[in-house]
Structure formats: C-alpha cells, structure tokens
C-alpha cells in the first residue's frame, strides 16, 4: 500500500462511521489529507503510514498539524498512523487535544480467511474496553478494536 492509498484507506474508514469526508490532493494539503464532517463536527485528520520503517511521529508533526486543524476551523484533530509515536509527541497530542489514532492497512490482516475474520469478530473485537493481565502480572488496556487492528496501553504506558 502506497501512502496515498493509506490515506484512502483512512478516509474510507471514517466513511464507514457515517461521516462525510473529502479528501485533500495528495501534496499542498497545508497538512490536512481528510476531512470528515458529522452533525457539528468538523474533524481535521492526517494520515501518517510509517508501518516498520524508522519514522516515527514526533512532536513537530503534532504541533503543525495542531496549526493545521485551526487554520482550517476543525473543532477536532485526528493523527492516524500505523507506525510509532515518540513520547514528547504523545506528550504534545495530549497537551493540545489532538488525538492519535492507530489505523492498520489490510495488507496486515490476511486475506480471504473466514476463520481468521471468524476469530477476530468473535473473540477480539470483544476484547475492546476490557483490561488484560499478563501471567506476569503485566497489563494491557485494550482501547479500540476494528478491522484495522488493536488500540493499546501496556503497563509501561506504551501504545
């Protein structure tokens, strides 16, 4: 998958929650590659596909699409990765209300396996919201769970 067909992918995402989205031409977007627009809601997103590679978000990339998000009038700011996110950036999203949001590609997920889909839907999914204790006694808060993965915090704070 192409960054741009992640971005794609992304504002097919928010599609499917109902929201209507546009999404910018792939360069000169002024750091906005979607907007998705529900009853009062005006959402500025930026898609992030850095996967396994080195790239990482840091706070500079918070900070300007936090100026982004105003300068466009979006009452809601979304980065969505696939990748890692250094901690003062989390520092930052968290300081200005921007929040960060994990969107895997279906390249990930295989394809074509109803087992596999069978599991997910059925024992995963479910799995969102609830708390997991290691045998170890580590934990991991499950945040979110759809189709393009799984949200966490590990008892190290990480996500």
Known sequence: MTPDQYEKYVANYF???????????????YG???????????????????????????????????GAKDFFNCNKGIIVTDGEI???????????????LFIYPQSH???NN?????????YV?????????????KINKILEVNWGGINRITSNGNQ
């Open 125 to 137: 999914m479910p799995l969102e919201g609830k708390t997991i204790t290691r045998n170890n006694g």
């Open 15 to 29: 599609h499917n929650k109902g929201y209507k989205v546009k999404q910018t031409p792939y360069s000169n977007d």
């Open 32 to 66: 906005v590659d979607v907007f998705a627009e529900k009853n009062k809601e005006k959402i500025a997103i930026q898609a992030k596909m850095f996967g396994n590679s080195n790239r990482k978000i840091n706070r500079q990339m918070v900070m300007e699409f936090y």
């Open 114 to 122: 109803s087992q596999f889909d069978e599991i997910w839907e059925n």
């Open 86 to 100: 250094i901690q003062n950036a989390k520092d930052v999203a968290d300081k200005l209300g921007v929040e960060i």
């Open 109 to 111: 997920v295989p394809k």
